[in-house]
């Protein structure tokens, strides 16, 4: 069962040849069809899950290849959702770390990138076809017994929330409130993840750099200084932590359920959140109902392990301690050490020795490899040996899968 001892973030370098079929697809009108992309995209899964297996990996992903950023088409699926294009700054939260990225010098926002909700939120199956797609595109190349290790990856039900302001990720049409807006988001992530789980799906990452971002001075300060806010910072993280619970908690006892805190990995490896997590530790580790932490551990940025005293006994810890920014390979004892350093916070909080505390820890890359569709400065061989040290130092410390 998930987690395992060596893991990985989802995206991984897409091949050129899938790249090319994608910018066809844009430039030139085509459709997917006639740009040959689902042949293109197959053979492009059926290779990135060989290779993951090749390399010892058990919760294998189909790379993020169906998508061309990591939050995918899942919530453009949803019933009520509205695109907006060229959307007026003025409905953003512009300390909000991923929107300065995308505001551009007449602060206008890249078309595309803004979701709100434009009436009630709903799921309709026939409509949420992407993360199904996805799923059974790597099943296909995955023996069934071994199907619930397969990992999806999900943005987190706060991506189109965060990034505006007060009250204006939805429309005054749809929501009085965010409350009522949360309980319908709720809603819609509980039927995809009924879809999912019918579908064979026992192991889902939610991808979310906001929960980073509570770790942000910049971030709390921008938060505190805008007077179109209702409450504080902080019940904004209990409002989220709430959100999450809602979503999962129809889930069956054997769907495995993570969340990677994302400290941004976007184009030419740029990111976007710094700040210890001691900040949020102990309300996130000790009230977020999920059963792994895949935290981001690579530089400095993110602080020391004494957060992890925090972490209850029934919770586990990924440490994302391989940079996937540096095509430098890191130095194997040293990472050892450095797991060793974050088993005895984790031993310290729950009264445990080391070798106790180590079995609810893992280890992997810091973040995906492709975030975006156009990657980052490293190849599929640096990418290869960065997986292949992540899997023997999990072997070396732990020697299972």
């Known amino acids: ?84 294009q060229d959307a007026e700054a003025s409905m953003f939260r512009l300390y909000h770390p991923d929107v300065v990225s995308l505001i551009e010098k007449d602060r206008k926002v890249m078309p595309g990138e803004s979701v709100i909700a434009g009436s009630k939120l709903a799921h309709n199956p026939a ?16 023996p069934e017994a071994e199907w619930a290790n397969i990992k999806l990856t999900m943005i987190t039900p706060a991506w189109f929330h965060m990034r505006y302001k007060q009250g204006r990720a939805y429309t005054k049409e749809a929501y009085a409130n965010d409350a009522e807006y949360f309980k319908d988001v709720a809603k819609v992530y509980q039927a995809e993840l009924q879809l999912l789980y019918d579908a064979g799906l026992r192991n ?64 030419g490896g740029r990111h976007f959140a710094e700040g210890a997590y001691d900040i949020i530790a102990q309300k996130l580790f000790t009230e977020l109902k999920v059963n792994t932490f895949y935290l981001e551990y690579d530089t400095a940025r993110a602080g020391g392990f004494e957060p992890l005293r925090f972490l209850p006994k029934d919770k586990h810890v990924v440490i994302g301690a391989i940079s996937t920014k540096l095509r430098e390979l890191e130095d194997k004892e040293e990472v050892k050490q450095r797991i060793f350093k974050a088993a005895d ?32 400065p490293l190849t599929e061989e640096d990418e290869k040996k960065k997986l292949a040290l992540v899997r023997q130092i999990a072997d070396e410390i732990w020697g299972e899968p």
């Open 127 to 142: 409509k949420s076809l992407s993360n199904l797609h996805e799923l059974r595109l790597v099943q296909a190349f995955v």
């Open 345 to 376: 916070f984790v031993a310290e909080g729950c009264g445990q020795t080391r070798e106790e505390a180590l079995k609810r820890i893992a280890i992997s890359p810091q973040c995906g490899f492709s975030t975006h569709e156009t990657g980052y």
């Open 204 to 267: 889902v990452q939610f991808d979310d750099p906001g929960l980073a971002y509570f770790c942000s001075d910049k971030f709390r300060q921008g938060w505190a200084e805008d007077a179109d806010n209702i409450g504080s910072v902080d019940d904004l993280l209990d409002a989220y932590i709430a959100l999450y619970n809602d979503c999962i908690s129809k889930l069956p006892a054997d769907f495995h359920t993570g969340v990677h805190l994302c400290r941004g990995n976007f184009i």
């Open 1 to 84: 069962m998930p987690p395992f001892r060596a893991e990985h973030m989802g995206s991984l370098l897409r091949p050129q040849r899938l790249l090319d079929v994608r910018e066809a697809i844009r430039d030139k009108g085509l459709s997917p069809d006639e740009a040959g992309l689902p042949a293109v995209e197959k053979e492009a899964v059926e290779h990135v899950v060989q290779l993951q297996q090749e390399l010892g990996f058990k919760a294998v992903t189909s790379g993020e290849y169906n998508r061309t950023r990591f939050w995918g088409l899942m919530w453009d699926e949803f019933e009520g959702t509205l695109q907006l």
